[in-house]
C-alpha cells in the first residue's frame, strides 16, 4: 500500500494505525479465501524521513494481528520518498486438500457471500462529505476485518472456490470464473447492503446496488458451494458469525451475468 | 530497496534486471547468515505507471532464484510514485537448533570472514568514474552472490555466531558484539581483499582497508568460531568455495577494537 495511490494520510482524518490495519487485514483477507489458519506476517515499512507516525502504524498491525492469531515474525524499515507499507502473510493448513483456490468451481454450484458488502464505499462517501456521517460506514472502511474464520469453516463445509471481495463483487466473480473455466449468473437484487449503505447512496446521487457490487474493500468471501452441501455451508457461515447470502449459481460458459443490476453495470468490465 | 535510495536506475547503467538480483541477494543473504536453506520469496512490486522494465527485473530475480534454489511462491504488483521492490524470503532448517543467531559469541572465539571485501565499494568507484572500468568489481556491486552454501555449512560446522557484511565490516562486526554481549579485537590488515581494490581504492584517493571495512554490500560472513571448531570451519567454507579468514578474536566486554586500520576508522562507529 502506498501513500498518495492506495490511501492517503491525514485526508479525511485517516491516521497511522487505520493504515496498519488495513495493510495486514488485507493480506490475511487473501488467507481467508483459501481456508488458511494464519501464520507469520513480515511487514516491510518505507518511510519518509519526516514520517513521525510508524508506532502507531505498527500498533494498528499488532492489535489485528493478536485478535486474528497473527504473528509479526520479521520485516524491514527503509528510507523512501513515501509511505509504502508491504505485509507478506504466510498461511497454513494441515494438507493442501483443505485449501480452497479460485479454481474449483463447476456449473450447478451455489454462489454466495458473506456478510455485507458496499460499507466500505459508502463509509468513503461519508469520509468524503457525499454522504452524512456514519461511524459505523466509516469504520468498515478503516477497519475491515479479514473473515478467517469463516473461511476456514466454509472450506471444511466444502467450499469449491472463494476469493475475497477486494476488487468489487462483479471483478472477483469474474475472476472466479475464469479460473474456474465456468460462467456465472448472479443476481444483483439479491446482494445484502450493509446498514447505511441505501441511504449513503441516495445522500451521494449513486445506486446503493452498484456501490454494492463495485465499491470493493469490504473483504467479504465470495463462496461457490456444491449444492448437496449448502445447508452445511449455511450453518458454517452462520457459526462463523457473517452468515452467508446466496446470489445465484454457477453456469456452463464464460461469462458473468448480472441480473438486477443497473444497466451501466451489466455491461461492467474491470 | 526504493529507487533513489537504494539505488539510482539507469544511472551508471544499473539495469532492472542487477535490481532484481540485488533485492533477492540481500534478502537470502540474511538466511545464508543464519545457516538456513533457502526456502519461498514473496515479492512485492510498487511500480511507476511509465516503468517498463518490470518482466527484466523479475528476470532477474527468477536467474538467482533457480540458481539458489528459491521459489518465488507469490507476491503483488501495485502502483506507485517510485520504484520500490520489497523480497521477503523464509528459510528452512530442519530443528531450530541447526540455525545460528547474532547472539552465541562468547570470550575466546576466533572471529573470520568468508571470501574476500571491498569488491561492491570498489566496483562503485569504477562506475562512478573514480576508478578505472574494472568488470570484475562492478558485478560484485551489481550481482552479490550470497553465501548460503557456506552459512549452511559453518552452522554445521559449529559457528557460535554469525552475520552477512551488508553494512560494512566494522558497523556489522558491532552488531554481533552486541547482541552477544562481548568485545572482539580484529586485525584489519588481516582483511582479504578482493582482486583490484587496491588499485581502485589508489585510483580513487581511497584507503584501500577503509573501503573494505565500511563499504559494505559484499554480502560475505562474517563469523565466530569456538577455537576447538577452527580446523573444521575453515575446511568447511574453503568446501563451499569461498574460504575463511581469521581477522581477530572475541574478548570479554564490550569494545571492538580495530587495529591496523587508519586512524579515524578507529573511532568510526556507524
Known sequence: ????????LREHGTTPHDVGHRALAGALSDLAAMGADAGEAYVSLALPVQFEGALELVGGMEELAAATGTTIAGGDVIEAQSLVVSVTVTGWADSEGELVGRDGASAGDLVGVTGELGGSAAGLLALSGS???DPLLV??????????????????AGASAMIDVSDGLA???????R???VGME????????APGVQAAAAAAGRDALELAATGGEDFELLVTVPPERREGAERAAS???PGLTWLGEVVPGSE???????????GFEH
Open 139 to 156: 469504520r468498515r472502511h478503516r477497519r475491515p476485518e479479514p473473515r478467517l474464520a469463516a473461511g476456514r469453516v466454509l472450506a471444511t
Open 239 to 241: 457459526d462463523a458469525g
Open 131 to 133: 454522504a452524512p456521517e
Open 1 to 8: 500500500m502506498v501513500d498518495g495511490v492506495h490511501f492517503r
Open 256 to 266: 458473468v451475468e448480472l441480473r438486477g443490476a443497473p444497466a451501466d453495470l451489466r
Open 186 to 193: 448472479l443476481d444483483l437484487s439479491l446482494v445484502p447492503l
Open 179 to 181: 479460473r474456474s473455466g
Open 171 to 177: 471483478t472477483d466473480a469474474r475472476h472466479v470464473a
